[in-house]
Protein backbone atom coordinates (compact mmCIF):
# COMPACT_ATOMS: atom_id res chain seq x y z
CA UNK A 1 0.00 0.00 0.00
CA UNK A 2 1.33 3.77 -0.58
CA UNK A 3 1.93 6.42 1.85
CA UNK A 4 -1.23 8.36 2.89
CA UNK A 5 -1.26 11.69 1.38
CA UNK A 6 -1.99 13.84 4.49
CA UNK A 7 -3.06 17.67 4.13
CA UNK A 8 -0.52 20.29 5.50
CA UNK A 9 -2.22 21.34 9.18
CA UNK A 10 -0.63 24.90 9.05
CA UNK A 11 2.39 24.24 10.54
CA UNK A 12 0.77 22.46 13.68
CA UNK A 13 2.16 18.93 13.46
CA UNK A 14 -0.98 17.95 15.56
CA UNK A 15 -3.85 16.18 13.36
CA UNK A 16 -5.97 16.04 16.10
CA UNK A 17 -6.47 19.30 18.69
CA UNK A 18 -9.43 19.46 21.23
CA UNK A 19 -10.06 22.20 23.39
CA UNK A 20 -12.53 22.43 26.49
CA UNK A 21 -14.76 20.38 24.73
CA UNK A 22 -17.76 20.28 26.26
CA UNK A 23 -21.29 18.27 25.48
CA UNK A 24 -23.87 17.56 27.72
CA UNK A 25 -26.73 14.86 28.00
CA UNK A 26 -29.66 16.98 30.04
CA UNK A 27 -27.80 16.51 33.24
CA UNK A 28 -25.28 14.13 32.32
CA UNK A 29 -21.83 15.85 31.65
CA UNK A 30 -20.90 13.39 28.74
CA UNK A 31 -17.92 15.87 28.10
CA UNK A 32 -17.09 18.35 30.26
CA UNK A 33 -14.09 20.10 29.17
CA UNK A 34 -12.25 17.91 27.35
CA UNK A 35 -8.11 18.91 26.27
CA UNK A 36 -6.07 16.57 23.86
CA UNK A 37 -3.64 16.57 20.96
CA UNK A 38 -3.08 13.72 18.61
CA UNK A 39 0.53 13.85 17.27
CA UNK A 40 0.45 13.62 13.33
CA UNK A 41 1.40 9.98 12.95
CA UNK A 42 0.94 8.38 16.04
CA UNK A 43 -1.67 6.71 18.22
CA UNK A 44 -3.13 8.42 21.22
CA UNK A 45 -5.18 5.83 23.10
CA UNK A 46 -8.14 7.29 24.65
CA UNK A 47 -9.10 5.22 28.18
CA UNK A 48 -11.49 5.30 30.01
CA UNK A 49 -14.41 3.09 31.75
CA UNK A 50 -17.82 2.38 30.56
CA UNK A 51 -19.68 5.98 30.36
CA UNK A 52 -16.63 8.27 30.53
CA UNK A 53 -17.10 9.79 27.40
CA UNK A 54 -15.22 8.10 24.96
CA UNK A 55 -17.66 7.69 22.24
CA UNK A 56 -19.35 11.06 22.68
CA UNK A 57 -15.88 11.99 22.06
CA UNK A 58 -15.48 10.13 18.67
CA UNK A 59 -19.32 11.75 17.66
CA UNK A 60 -18.18 14.94 18.08
CA UNK A 61 -14.83 14.39 16.08
CA UNK A 62 -16.35 12.83 13.24
CA UNK A 63 -19.13 15.54 12.84
CA UNK A 64 -21.85 13.09 13.58
CA UNK A 65 -22.76 15.33 16.71
CA UNK A 66 -22.30 19.28 17.47
CA UNK A 67 -20.51 20.03 20.72
CA UNK A 68 -21.95 22.51 22.66
CA UNK A 69 -18.64 24.48 24.07
CA UNK A 70 -15.26 24.52 23.31
CA UNK A 71 -13.51 23.74 19.95
CA UNK A 72 -12.17 20.53 18.05
CA UNK A 73 -9.66 20.74 14.82
CA UNK A 74 -8.80 17.62 13.01
CA UNK A 75 -6.46 18.30 10.03
CA UNK A 76 -6.79 21.89 10.62
CA UNK A 77 -10.41 21.67 9.88
CA UNK A 78 -13.13 23.18 12.67
CA UNK A 79 -15.54 20.34 13.33
CA UNK A 80 -18.21 22.86 13.70
CA UNK A 81 -17.28 25.73 10.66
CA UNK A 82 -15.53 22.50 7.96
CA UNK A 83 -17.69 19.74 8.71
CA UNK A 84 -17.83 18.32 5.08
CA UNK A 85 -13.90 19.41 4.52
CA UNK A 86 -12.66 17.39 7.84
CA UNK A 87 -15.30 14.47 6.59
CA UNK A 88 -12.91 13.79 4.02
CA UNK A 89 -9.77 13.21 5.45
CA UNK A 90 -11.44 10.73 8.63
CA UNK A 91 -12.12 7.34 8.71
CA UNK A 92 -14.18 5.87 11.27
CA UNK A 93 -14.80 2.40 12.70
CA UNK A 94 -17.63 2.46 15.88
CA UNK A 95 -17.97 0.73 18.38
CA UNK A 96 -20.87 -1.01 16.53
CA UNK A 97 -20.39 -2.92 13.18
CA UNK A 98 -21.84 -0.75 11.05
CA UNK A 99 -21.49 -2.98 7.77
CA UNK A 100 -24.79 -4.25 5.82
CA UNK A 101 -25.73 -7.65 7.07
CA UNK A 102 -27.37 -8.51 3.77
CA UNK A 103 -24.46 -7.77 1.54
CA UNK A 104 -21.36 -9.36 1.08
CA UNK A 105 -17.95 -8.08 2.17
CA UNK A 106 -17.48 -6.60 -1.35
CA UNK A 107 -20.47 -5.33 -2.18
CA UNK A 108 -20.35 -3.28 1.36
CA UNK A 109 -16.93 -1.95 0.40
CA UNK A 110 -17.97 -1.19 -3.06
CA UNK A 111 -20.86 0.34 -1.83
CA UNK A 112 -18.80 2.73 0.86
CA UNK A 113 -16.41 3.34 -2.24
CA UNK A 114 -19.70 4.76 -4.31
CA UNK A 115 -20.97 6.57 -1.44
CA UNK A 116 -17.53 8.88 -1.30
CA UNK A 117 -17.84 9.23 -4.93
CA UNK A 118 -15.28 6.97 -6.18
CA UNK A 119 -15.42 6.38 -10.04
CA UNK A 120 -16.86 2.89 -10.23
CA UNK A 121 -13.50 1.43 -11.80
CA UNK A 122 -11.80 3.00 -8.60
CA UNK A 123 -14.33 1.81 -5.97
CA UNK A 124 -13.97 -1.62 -7.35
CA UNK A 125 -9.92 -1.73 -7.44
CA UNK A 126 -10.02 0.02 -3.41
CA UNK A 127 -12.76 -3.30 -2.33
CA UNK A 128 -10.53 -5.68 -4.02
CA UNK A 129 -7.42 -4.41 -2.19
CA UNK A 130 -8.86 -3.57 1.14
CA UNK A 131 -10.64 -6.81 1.18
CA UNK A 132 -7.19 -8.55 0.19
CA UNK A 133 -5.25 -6.46 2.73
CA UNK A 134 -7.52 -7.98 5.69
CA UNK A 135 -7.62 -11.44 4.46
CA UNK A 136 -11.32 -11.29 3.43
CA UNK A 137 -10.67 -12.21 -0.17
CA UNK A 138 -12.32 -15.59 0.01
CA UNK A 139 -15.02 -14.47 1.83
CA UNK A 140 -15.23 -11.77 -0.17
CA UNK A 141 -18.73 -12.86 -1.64
CA UNK A 142 -20.36 -14.26 1.24
CA UNK A 143 -23.26 -12.19 3.43
CA UNK A 144 -21.57 -10.17 6.27
CA UNK A 145 -24.45 -11.90 8.33
CA UNK A 146 -22.12 -15.49 7.86
CA UNK A 147 -18.90 -13.88 8.97
CA UNK A 148 -17.58 -14.45 12.36
CA UNK A 149 -16.94 -11.68 15.14
CA UNK A 150 -13.27 -11.29 14.19
CA UNK A 151 -13.77 -10.89 10.09
CA UNK A 152 -16.79 -8.39 10.78
CA UNK A 153 -14.17 -5.97 12.64
CA UNK A 154 -11.81 -6.92 10.06
CA UNK A 155 -14.39 -5.68 7.35
CA UNK A 156 -15.06 -2.75 9.67
CA UNK A 157 -11.45 -1.94 9.51
CA UNK A 158 -11.40 -1.87 5.93
CA UNK A 159 -15.00 0.12 5.32
CA UNK A 160 -12.68 2.75 7.25
CA UNK A 161 -10.05 2.46 5.11
CA UNK A 162 -11.62 2.97 1.61
CA UNK A 163 -11.17 6.62 1.68
CA UNK A 164 -7.45 6.14 2.71
CA UNK A 165 -8.03 8.48 5.52
CA UNK A 166 -5.89 10.42 7.37
CA UNK A 167 -7.05 10.53 10.70
CA UNK A 168 -8.53 7.20 11.42
CA UNK A 169 -10.66 6.74 15.26
CA UNK A 170 -11.22 3.56 16.30
CA UNK A 171 -14.04 3.59 18.71
CA UNK A 172 -12.86 0.11 21.44
CA UNK A 173 -11.79 -1.98 18.43
CA UNK A 174 -11.68 -5.00 20.06
CA UNK A 175 -13.80 -5.10 22.95
CA UNK A 176 -15.76 -8.40 22.47
CA UNK A 177 -12.75 -10.32 20.28
CA UNK A 178 -10.92 -13.30 21.52
CA UNK A 179 -7.88 -12.79 22.50
CA UNK A 180 -6.43 -14.48 19.20
CA UNK A 181 -8.57 -12.03 16.67
CA UNK A 182 -7.71 -9.31 18.78
CA UNK A 183 -4.05 -9.89 18.24
CA UNK A 184 -5.07 -9.47 14.34
CA UNK A 185 -6.86 -6.28 14.66
CA UNK A 186 -3.97 -4.98 16.18
CA UNK A 187 -1.64 -5.79 13.59
CA UNK A 188 -3.67 -4.46 10.85
CA UNK A 189 -3.98 -0.69 13.49
CA UNK A 190 0.20 -1.34 13.18
CA UNK A 191 0.46 -1.32 9.55
CA UNK A 192 -1.89 1.48 9.56
CA UNK A 193 0.26 3.65 11.20
CA UNK A 194 3.17 2.72 9.61
CA UNK A 195 1.47 3.92 6.61
CA UNK A 196 1.57 7.04 7.85
CA UNK A 197 -2.02 6.66 9.38
CA UNK A 198 -2.88 9.46 12.81
CA UNK A 199 -5.01 7.47 15.10
CA UNK A 200 -7.46 8.17 17.93
CA UNK A 201 -7.90 4.76 19.63
CA UNK A 202 -10.37 4.52 22.47
CA UNK A 203 -10.51 1.30 24.10
CA UNK A 204 -11.00 0.14 27.91
CA UNK A 205 -7.93 -2.30 28.30
CA UNK A 206 -4.56 -1.25 29.42
CA UNK A 207 -2.86 -3.91 27.47
CA UNK A 208 -4.62 -2.37 23.88
CA UNK A 209 -3.33 0.80 25.24
CA UNK A 210 0.37 0.00 25.70
CA UNK A 211 0.68 -2.33 22.65
CA UNK A 212 -0.90 0.17 19.94
CA UNK A 213 -0.70 4.08 21.64
CA UNK A 214 2.46 6.34 21.47
CA UNK A 215 0.39 8.27 24.18
CA UNK A 216 -2.58 8.18 26.37
CA UNK A 217 -5.38 10.21 27.61
CA UNK A 218 -7.25 8.61 30.59
CA UNK A 219 -11.07 10.13 31.00
CA UNK A 220 -13.76 9.66 33.36
CA UNK A 221 -17.21 11.36 33.47
CA UNK A 222 -15.98 13.24 30.96
CA UNK A 223 -13.24 14.82 32.27
CA UNK A 224 -9.23 14.39 31.34
CA UNK A 225 -7.95 12.55 34.61
CA UNK A 226 -4.40 11.82 33.16
CA UNK A 227 -2.46 12.34 30.20
CA UNK A 228 1.22 10.89 29.09
CA UNK A 229 3.82 8.53 27.89
CA UNK A 230 2.41 5.26 28.08
CA UNK A 231 5.59 4.64 30.03
CA UNK A 232 4.66 7.82 32.22
CA UNK A 233 1.54 6.32 33.32
CA UNK A 234 2.65 2.85 34.18
CA UNK A 235 5.16 4.05 36.63
CA UNK A 236 1.81 6.52 37.54
CA UNK A 237 0.49 3.58 38.73
CA UNK A 238 3.14 1.50 39.84
CA UNK A 239 4.05 -0.72 36.83
CA UNK A 240 3.54 -3.72 36.53
CA UNK A 241 3.51 -6.72 39.41
CA UNK A 242 6.06 -9.75 39.06
CA UNK A 243 4.53 -12.75 40.20
CA UNK A 244 6.81 -15.89 41.52
CA UNK A 245 5.56 -18.98 42.74
CA UNK A 246 8.68 -21.02 44.29
CA UNK A 247 9.08 -24.81 43.85
CA UNK A 248 8.52 -24.83 48.07
CA UNK A 249 5.61 -22.87 48.59
CA UNK A 250 6.93 -23.57 52.27
CA UNK A 251 10.15 -20.84 51.64
CA UNK A 252 7.42 -17.98 50.66
CA UNK A 253 7.70 -16.05 54.07
CA UNK A 254 11.79 -16.56 53.68
CA UNK A 255 11.86 -14.90 50.11
CA UNK A 256 9.55 -12.28 51.12
CA UNK A 257 11.81 -11.58 53.95
CA UNK A 258 14.96 -11.79 51.50
CA UNK A 259 13.49 -9.27 49.06
CA UNK A 260 12.34 -6.68 52.14
CA UNK A 261 15.83 -7.04 53.70
CA UNK A 262 17.83 -6.27 50.90
CA UNK A 263 16.49 -3.13 50.07
CA UNK A 264 15.92 -2.92 46.16
CA UNK A 265 16.00 0.32 44.14
CA UNK A 266 12.43 0.57 43.91
CA UNK A 267 11.44 -2.25 45.59
CA UNK A 268 8.84 -1.23 48.47
CA UNK A 269 7.80 -5.20 49.89
CA UNK A 270 6.27 -8.34 48.39
CA UNK A 271 2.59 -9.64 48.86
CA UNK A 272 2.81 -13.44 49.67
CA UNK A 273 -0.62 -14.71 48.07
CA UNK A 274 -1.19 -18.14 49.69
CA UNK A 275 -4.08 -19.78 47.20
CA UNK A 276 -1.57 -18.92 44.46
CA UNK A 277 1.67 -19.76 46.23
CA UNK A 278 2.77 -17.16 44.65
CA UNK A 279 4.93 -13.88 46.05
CA UNK A 280 3.42 -10.65 44.49
CA UNK A 281 6.40 -8.03 43.98
CA UNK A 282 5.19 -4.57 42.39
CA UNK A 283 8.00 -3.19 40.17
CA UNK A 284 8.07 -0.34 37.95
CA UNK A 285 10.98 -1.25 35.72
CA UNK A 286 12.79 -4.34 33.74
CA UNK A 287 15.93 -3.91 35.86
CA UNK A 288 14.24 -4.58 39.00
CA UNK A 289 12.76 -7.75 37.37
CA UNK A 290 16.76 -8.85 36.64
CA UNK A 291 17.66 -7.57 40.02
CA UNK A 292 14.90 -9.50 42.17
CA UNK A 293 15.10 -12.81 40.55
CA UNK A 294 18.96 -12.42 40.43
CA UNK A 295 18.94 -11.67 44.44
CA UNK A 296 16.37 -14.69 44.99
CA UNK A 297 18.55 -17.10 42.98
CA UNK A 298 21.60 -15.80 45.27
CA UNK A 299 19.88 -16.85 48.11
CA UNK A 300 18.86 -19.87 46.52
CA UNK A 301 15.58 -20.40 46.42
CA UNK A 302 14.50 -22.65 43.59
CA UNK A 303 11.46 -20.76 41.08
CA UNK A 304 9.49 -23.03 39.54
CA UNK A 305 7.85 -19.84 37.00
CA UNK A 306 7.99 -16.22 37.22
CA UNK A 307 5.47 -13.62 35.23
CA UNK A 308 4.40 -10.19 35.13
CA UNK A 309 1.09 -8.72 35.15
CA UNK A 310 0.11 -4.92 34.04
CA UNK A 311 -1.90 -3.11 35.92
CA UNK A 312 -5.61 -3.47 35.28
CA UNK A 313 -7.83 -0.43 34.28
CA UNK A 314 -9.24 -0.76 37.91
CA UNK A 315 -5.89 -0.88 39.35
CA UNK A 316 -5.53 2.76 36.85
CA UNK A 317 -8.07 4.11 38.10
CA UNK A 318 -7.28 3.67 42.02
CA UNK A 319 -4.15 5.35 41.47
CA UNK A 320 -5.09 8.21 39.23
CA UNK A 321 -8.35 9.15 41.35
CA UNK A 322 -8.04 7.21 44.74
CA UNK A 323 -11.53 5.78 43.83
CA UNK A 324 -12.58 2.96 41.95
CA UNK A 325 -14.48 3.78 38.33
CA UNK A 326 -17.98 3.88 38.41
CA UNK A 327 -18.66 0.72 35.72
CA UNK A 328 -15.63 -1.42 35.46
CA UNK A 329 -14.71 -4.54 32.92
CA UNK A 330 -11.72 -6.89 34.32
CA UNK A 331 -8.96 -6.84 31.95
CA UNK A 332 -9.30 -10.36 31.96
CA UNK A 333 -13.02 -11.08 30.86
CA UNK A 334 -13.04 -12.44 27.44
CA UNK A 335 -16.89 -12.37 25.64
CA UNK A 336 -17.05 -14.70 22.96
CA UNK A 337 -17.79 -12.06 20.01
N1 LIG B 1 -27.57 10.27 22.98
C1 LIG B 1 -27.43 10.32 24.31
N2 LIG B 1 -28.43 10.73 25.10
C2 LIG B 1 -28.31 10.78 26.45
N3 LIG B 1 -27.18 10.45 27.12
C3 LIG B 1 -26.15 10.01 26.38
C4 LIG B 1 -26.20 9.92 24.95
N4 LIG B 1 -25.01 9.44 24.50
C5 LIG B 1 -24.25 9.25 25.59
N5 LIG B 1 -24.92 9.59 26.73
C6 LIG B 1 -24.39 9.53 28.10
O1 LIG B 1 -23.14 10.20 28.10
C7 LIG B 1 -22.18 9.49 28.90
C8 LIG B 1 -20.97 9.12 28.05
O2 LIG B 1 -21.37 8.13 27.11
P1 LIG B 1 -20.38 7.53 26.02
O3 LIG B 1 -21.18 6.65 25.13
O4 LIG B 1 -19.63 8.63 25.39
O5 LIG B 1 -19.40 6.67 26.95
P2 LIG B 1 -18.25 5.63 26.52
O6 LIG B 1 -17.02 6.07 27.21
O7 LIG B 1 -18.22 5.49 25.05
O8 LIG B 1 -18.76 4.28 27.20
P3 LIG B 1 -18.63 2.73 26.69
O9 LIG B 1 -17.28 2.28 27.12
O10 LIG B 1 -19.70 2.05 27.45
O11 LIG B 1 -18.84 2.72 25.20
C9 LIG B 1 -22.93 8.31 29.49
O12 LIG B 1 -23.38 8.67 30.78
C10 LIG B 1 -24.08 8.11 28.53
O13 LIG B 1 -25.18 7.53 29.20
MG1 LIG C 1 -18.47 3.95 23.76
Not at 139 to 152: F, L, N, T
Request: proline residues 6%; aromatic residues 4%.
Amino acid sequence: MTRIDKNPYGGSDHAVEVRGLVKHYGATKALDGVDLDVREGTVLGVLGPNGAGKTTLVRCLSTLITPDAGTATVAGYDVVRQPRQLRRTIGLTGQYASVDEKLSGWENLYMIGRLLDLPRPEARRRADSMLERFSLTEAAKRPVMQYSGGMRRRLDLAASMIGRPAVLYLDEPTTGLDPRTRNEVWDEVQRMVADGVTVLLTTQYMEEAERLANELTVIDRGKVIASGGVDELKAKVGGRTLRIRPTDPARLPAMARALGDAGLDGIAGATIVPDEGRLYVPILADTQLTAVIALLAAHGFGIADISTQLPSLDEVFLAITGEKPPVSEPLSEEVAA
